[in-house]
């Protein structure tokens, strides 16, 4: 079954720097595009990034661009989120999720890990 | 960008109701258009994609229809196990957006 596990969250000092892993399994993880999705909490869901199924095209929320950076590693089938220049409203709890078809584009996503939280706090 | 509003931002239904929850996009997104729906403590679950195809497993009465930039979900008899926050997200163009959700609970 698919499967998602995000790790590397935890708490860094306002301009700092944390990096976010996500594990895949259970598909073929370098047929999909693959997303970041962010909920600060008791807040709404914010996307935040985008990776296509083999790297070579990436998009950005305006809120995190030129912070943050979207990658993969299709031999490890994983995705991650290295984030710099943190701010306090960078706090959140993070998602990955698959997009619902393998190598679309204009797909929404349908698996989503269970989240990893960052804190951005003194 | 795009931005998506959503109306109301939160509804109190009885069981059985008719339960409508809007959202619309300020640009043209086709039908490039999801519902979320996220239960307390659980992670966003895909309801709707294409603005009215329903997921597998997802139960009928749960529909959706799109015309021109407004996007409805209907729930044609609210049941408790629907208490949740429900999204509508454009994916036509990035950046992608969400709407601010809708909660929805039993009255």
């Keep these: 079954q698919v499967q998602l596990v995000e790790s590397g969250g935890g708490v ?6 944390l990096g976010l892993s996500c594990a895949a399994s259970g ?3 370098s047929t999909y595009g693959m997303q970041w999705v962010r909920q600060a909490p008791g807040k709404g869901l914010e996307w935040v990034a985008f990776i296509k199924y083999d790297g070579s095209n990436k998009y950005y929320a305006d809120s995190v661009k030129g912070r943050f950076t979207v990658s993969r590693d299709n031999s490890k089938n994983t995705l ?20 619902f078809v393998p190598g679309g584009t204009r797909v929404p996503v349908d698996y989503w890990g269970q989240g990893t939280l960052v804190t951005v706090s003194s | ?6 109306s109301p931002s939160s509804l109190s239904a009885s069981v059985g109701d008719r339960v409508t929850i809007t959202c619309r996009a300020s640009q043209g997104i086709s039908n490039y258009l999801a519902w979320y729906q996220q239960k307390p403590g659980k992670v966003p679950k895909l309801l709707i994609s294409a603005a009215s195809t329903l997921q597998s ?3 009928s009465r749960f529909s959706a229809s799109a015309s021109g930039t407004d996007f409805t979900l209907t729930i044609s008899s609210l049941q408790p196990e629907d ?14 957006t969400f709407g601010p959700g809708t909660k929805v609970d039993i009255k």
């Design chain 1, 80 to 99: 991650y989120l290295q984030m710099s220049s943190l701010k306090a409203e960078d706090s959140a709890v993070f998602y990955c999720a698959r997009d």
């Design chain 1, 12 to 17: 860094v000092q306002p301009g700092g720097s």
């Design chain 2, 57 to 59: 497993g997802v139960p």
């Design chain 2, 1 to 6: 960008d795009i931005q998506m509003t959503q």
């Design chain 2, 83 to 96: 208490v949740a926050t429900y999204y509508c997200q454009q994916y036509n163009s990035a950046p992608l």
């Design chain 1, 27 to 29: 598909f073929t993880f």
